[in-house]
């Protein structure tokens, strides 16, 4: 019931509402009277308008198709819309396409997407200290990011991230991050690409029994590199998460359960 609420405040959120009415704002002022009838020659969009139109709609189909998360989807579609609409307004005038512009940039600067901004549950760690913790205690399921802090992605996927482990971490259940641009060695060990061009940016990489069972982006036989859109939904789906949760969680590490009682009625007895 609670996830219902939050996704309703994200529809009906500010940001969304506004970036909606920004991306129909050509429509809506070329066909109501009496704004129409000041702004334009008439009320009625041209042949070519309805074409680019449905030229929109095919391209947000085509690169929306996977996209997992509604939200995701809305914000992608408004991208395109947003575009479309400042070229439709500029070719009415000039002056228009200028104004949309600011608005759309004011838009973006004072109503940015609102990100997670909540607890995390994440290990940040240098150098060779990853392999390291991957032998200590193979029990532990790791999750970890790999990222440059240079790449928009891994900014645009940290809150993503963030949100991820304060839902799922477990005592057996852990999320770690490392700056592959600042320890390269790591990133090749791993095999993943920290170049300027790399198209592995973010990695995420699931490793069980201290051994990698699942990454995206996938990388074929050949090399190649499968892109992945990043997303709280497609993350929690692709890397089955909600099984591996249920198993950790139902094998505790031993002792870790039995210590967390002994504190919790020491705390108790003292207060």
Not at 230 to 249: E, T, W
Not at 252 to 268: H, I, S
């Amino acid at each position: 019931m609670s996830k219902l609420v939050a996704e309703i405040k994200d529809i009906l959120s500010l940001h969304l509402v506004t970036n909606v009415l920004l991306s129909v704002s050509y429509y809506l002022l070329k066909t109501n009277r009496p704004i129409c009838e000041y702004l334009f020659d008439d009320c009625f969009l041209e042949l070519k308008e309805w074409e680019w139109l449905t030229f929109l709609g095919c391209i947000i189909v085509i690169k929306c198709r996977k996209h997992a998360a509604f939200l995701d989807y809305v914000s992608t579609a408004c991208m395109f819309a947003k575009f479309l609409n400042g070229v439709m307004m500029f070719r009415a005038s000039p002056i228009y396409g200028l104004v949309y512009f600011l608005v759309v940039l004011l838009h973006t600067i004072v109503l940015p997407r609102p990100v997670y901004q909540g607890p995390e549950y994440i290990t940040y760690f240098r150098g060779p200290h990853l392999q390291e913790e991957l032998e200590r205690d193979k029990r532990i399921t790791w999750i970890i990011s790999f990222y440059a802090a240079w790449s928009p992605q891994c900014v645009t996927f940290a809150p993503i991230f963030s949100e991820i482990s304060s839902q799922y971490h477990l005592d057996n259940l852990k999320f770690g991050k490392i700056d592959v641009s600042r320890y390269p060695d790591v990133g090749k060990v791993f095999n993943v690409d920290s170049s300027s061009w790399s198209k592995q940016l973010p990695t995420v990489v699931v490793f069980e029994n201290g051994k990698e069972t699942n990454r995206k982006p996938f990388i074929s036989p050949k090399g190649t590199v499968l892109r992945y859109k990043f997303s709280k939904d497609g993350v929690i789906a692709d890397f089955d998460l909600n099984n591996i949760y249920q198993r950790c969680k139902q094998n505790p590490l031993k002792g870790y359960k039995d210590k967390n009682d002994k504190d919790a009625a020491k705390e108790k007895k003292e207060n």
